[in-house]
């Protein structure tokens, strides 16, 4: 009899994680507290991203922080608040965010984001699937010339990564993106970038795993977990009792919540992050990242995707109209004769990015117990890394050699 592994957390992550464990031979149930619909992996930008190899908790990110605290439509805000979780992962960024240690993550970040990148090339040729992909890359938009050059710099870096990046003009720019009538100085110009229709993907993921099987609880809240012998026994939910030989833990910014159930903290803070779609042609083919603003735009099936802020706030859902504006509004800077309507500000979305103070992902098994692996802590690169994610649990749980090397991603790293 298959051994049967349960994955707590229905997003990306999750259902990647379910579809390698699925391929192994693995008894396979996916449960999630929500429907299905919504969420980071419904609301993101789509991006697949080995030019995002600079984690969050970078120099200078805390006093850019400091700054903008103060600035409600702010690309990054973080709400100051007495929680001893929060101010313990605050230090922890502090302390994460030198010079040596990114340049230490440069390498792991866009390997697992590269090994991504192919893995969803092979899901989509596989007869199983035919979802949006396309390979276009990226552009980094700016306006002023401070920005050209940060972001040249970082370029250059990811030259030397082995990545193909150029430092395009506003003319040699508008000779590949000719009709989006851009209204900006220059872009760096990432070629390994791809990008996606978030939702397209995810129903045909759902379809596959439930058309081979797999168990899928939707709208079902995980309420403990039992421990015997430094093993979890058995999952409770709001709903029913499960026994299983393994559990993945995928559940996102609400993962912290039930490790601690085990005695074990892996900081995570929610980062929400906003969505508006733009259902109307707008011309525009190739993805960008809007530097200043820090807003994402991506072309996708049918509509265009403006994606931005990172609020961090704790876990809620409430939509501020400042920031959905401020998405807004960059799209009206960057792009002539682009306006976001009323309608489309008022139809905007919002997603928990679960963030950790490094910028990098948890993925592993900590001491603390035997049968749980645990895959979160993304941030911004949840989809990116949503299939290379995926296989890495699978091949933890089957003990195979893994693709890549797991130590900066380990669950009981020291801050």
């Given at each position: 009899?298959?051994?049967?592994t349960?994955?707590?957390g229905g997003?990306?992550?999750?259902l990647?994680?379910?579809y ?7 008894q396979?149930?996916?449960?999630d507290?929500s ?6 992996s ?9 030019s ?6 970078a120099?200078g990110?805390i006093?850019?922080?400091?700054k903008?605290?103060?600035n409600?439509?702010s ?9 001893i979780?929060?101010i313990?992962?605050s230090?922890?960024f502090?302390k ?8 230490k993550?440069?390498?792991?970040i ?7 990148r192919?893995?969803y090339?092979?899901i989509n040729?596989s007869?199983?699937?035919n979802f949006?992909?396309?390979k ?6 700016y306006?002023?010339?401070k920005?050209g050059e ?7 870096r ?20 000719p009709?989006a009538?851009?209204n900006?100085?220059g872009?760096?110009y990432?070629?390994?970038?791809a ?6 993907f995810?129903?045909?993921m759902?379809?596959?795993?439930k058309?081979?099987g797999v168990a899928?609880?939707?709208n ?7 421990i ?6 058995k ?10 030989d ?33 259902e109307?042609?707008t011309n525009i083919?190739?993805p960008?990242?809007?530097c200043?603003s ?7 099936q ?10 961090i706030a704790?876990?809620?859902?409430d939509?501020?109209?400042v920031r ?7 799209a ?9 309507n009323?309608?489309?500000k ?9 963030c950790s103070?490094?910028?990098?992902p948890y993925?592993g098994k900590s001491?603390k117990?035997a ?14 890394l949503?299939p ?7 091949e933890?749980?089957?003990g ?15 801050f």
């Amino acid at each position: 009899m298959s051994k049967h592994t349960i994955v707590i957390g229905g997003g990306i992550i999750g259902l990647c994680s379910a579809y390698y464990l699925h391929q192994e031979g693995y008894q396979v149930t996916v449960i999630d507290k929500s429907n299905f619909s919504s969420g980071a992996s419904y609301v993101n930008a789509g991006y697949i991203t080995p030019s995002h190899f600079i984690p969050l908790a970078a120099p200078g990110m805390i006093s850019k922080g400091l700054k903008w605290m103060f600035n409600p439509a702010s690309p990054l805000y973080i709400k100051p608040r007495f929680d001893i979780d929060f101010i313990k992962w605050s230090l922890a960024f502090k302390k994460s965010a030198t010079a040596a240690k990114v340049e230490k993550a440069i390498k792991p970040i866009k390997d697992i984001n590269i090994l991504s990148r192919e893995l969803y090339k092979d899901i989509n040729n596989s007869e199983d699937f035919n979802f949006h992909f396309e390979k276009k890359g990226l552009l980094m938009c700016y306006k002023t010339d401070k920005v050209g050059e940060e972001e040249w710099q970082v370029g250059q870096r990811g030259i030397k990564a082995g990545l193909n990046v150029e430092n395009l003009s506003l003319k040699e720019v508008e000779k590949i993106e000719p009709k989006a009538n851009l209204n900006i100085k220059g872009a760096i110009y990432y070629h390994s970038d791809a990008h996606m229709t978030p939702q397209d993907f995810m129903q045909q993921m759902l379809f596959y795993l439930k058309s081979k099987g797999v168990a899928i609880y939707s709208n079902e809240a995980v309420l403990d977990l039992c421990i015997a012998k430094d093993k979890i026994s058995k999952v409770i939910t709001d709903k029913q009792e499960l026994i299983c030989d393994e559990v993945v833990l995928a559940a996102g910014s609400w993962s912290p919540l039930l490790t601690k159930k085990l005695g074990l903290k892996i900081p995570i803070q929610a980062g929400k992050g906003y969505r508006i779609n733009v259902e109307r042609k707008t011309n525009i083919t190739i993805p960008a990242i809007l530097c200043e603003s820090k807003v994402a735009v991506t072309p996708m099936q049918g509509f265009t995707r403006f994606a931005g802020t990172m609020e961090i706030a704790g876990i809620n859902h409430d939509i501020n109209p400042v920031r959905v504006n401020a998405i807004a509004n960059a799209a009206k800077l960057y792009y002539n004769n682009l306006e976001i309507n009323t309608e489309e500000k008022l139809k905007a979305d919002c997603g928990l990015r679960p963030c950790s103070p490094d910028g990098m992902p948890y993925i592993g098994k900590s001491s603390k117990c035997a049968n749980l692996t645990i895959a979160s802590g993304h941030a911004m690169m949840g989809w990116s890394l949503g299939p290379a994610t995926g296989k890495l649990v699978s091949e933890i749980i089957t003990g195979k050699k893994t693709s890549l090397e797991l130590a900066p991603f380990h669950p009981d790293r020291r801050f």
